[in-house]
């Protein structure tokens, strides 16, 4: 049986659309090189960090190829629900049903919640109380068998834990210094995409400035020392 916040889906949907763009697209296999650059990566380097270039011994540039791929789950794993929720809603029409309450004439309650604000304490209508709970339950059960038999909860679930992954390494990359130019870069790159995914607007500020910084942090780090990687570093 599925947990109890299942139909509580509205935030989780939200960081969805955030994450990736807001259209559900099929998500399709990724060559080497294209998973190279969704992550920053230098082409031909896969996405658990191995590179053809020289690499700082540094802890920052270490947790932002973790976010790195965490990252990418996460982009993943809500297309994949956002396909899900498609198939979802083409087997399950709505959560919901009509309830015609004496001189208010028929309204839609999608919960039990609701159902107690229409009727409140009144037990002139218990039976149409007791109808209204009853079709609210087979619904949600039918809602659960199927995305039960979709994947629909599992997916979810991997979502989630991606996401938290993804902010944990974000606050360990906070509270860890930086032993080079490239950590910087690592450190400014992930609060760049991770922040602009929930950015209204990605040019205001501060996105744009922030992303100013990383460009400038990783053209000067590639002049001093052009045979090492910097995380976000487009031109390699």
């Known amino acids: 049986m599925a947990d109890s916040d299942n139909t509580r889906v509205c935030s989780s949907v939200t960081r969805r659309l955030?994450?990736?763009?807001?259209?559900?697209?099929?998500?399709?296999?990724?060559?080497?090189?294209?998973?190279?650059?969704?992550?920053?990566?230098?082409?031909?380097?896969?996405?658990?960090g191995v590179v053809p270039t020289a690499e700082p011994n540094d802890p920052a540039v270490s947790l932002w190829r973790e976010w790195a791929v965490t990252h990418e789950q996460v982009r993943r794993l809500g297309r994949r629900q956002q396909e899900l929720e498609v198939a979802l809603a083409e087997r399950v029409d709505f959560l919901g049903t009509l309830v015609n309450v004496p001189g208010r004439g028929p309204v839609l309650v999608c919960s039990r919640n609701a159902l107690d604000r229409l009727i409140g304490e009144r037990t002139d209508i218990a039976a149409l109380r007791l109808q209204a709970e009853a079709e609210l339950d087979q619904q949600q059960a039918r809602f659960e068998a199927v995305a039960d038999e979709i994947g629909y909860f599992s997916c979810m679930k991997a979502e989630r834990q991606a996401f938290k992954?993804?902010?944990?390494?974000?606050e360990t990359m906070a509270s860890t210094q930086a032993a080079s130019l490239a950590g910087v870069a690592g450190k400014l790159d992930a609060v760049v995409r991770w922040g602009e995914a929930w950015a209204e607007h990605s040019s205001t500020f501060p996105?744009?400035?922030?992303?100013?910084?990383?460009?400038?942090?990783?053209?000067?780090?590639?002049?001093?020392?052009?045979?090492?990687?910097?995380?976000?570093?487009?031109g390699q």
């Open 18 to 48: 955030a994450l990736c763009g807001g259209v559900a697209t099929m998500c399709g296999v990724l060559g080497k090189a294209a998973e190279a650059h969704r992550f920053g990566l230098p082409n031909g380097t896969d996405a658990f």
């Open 165 to 170: 992954r993804a902010e944990a390494l974000l």
């Open 207 to 234: 996105w744009q400035q922030i992303r100013s910084a990383h460009l400038d942090v990783v053209r000067l780090g590639r002049q001093m020392v052009p045979s090492v990687f910097f995380p976000g570093d487009s």
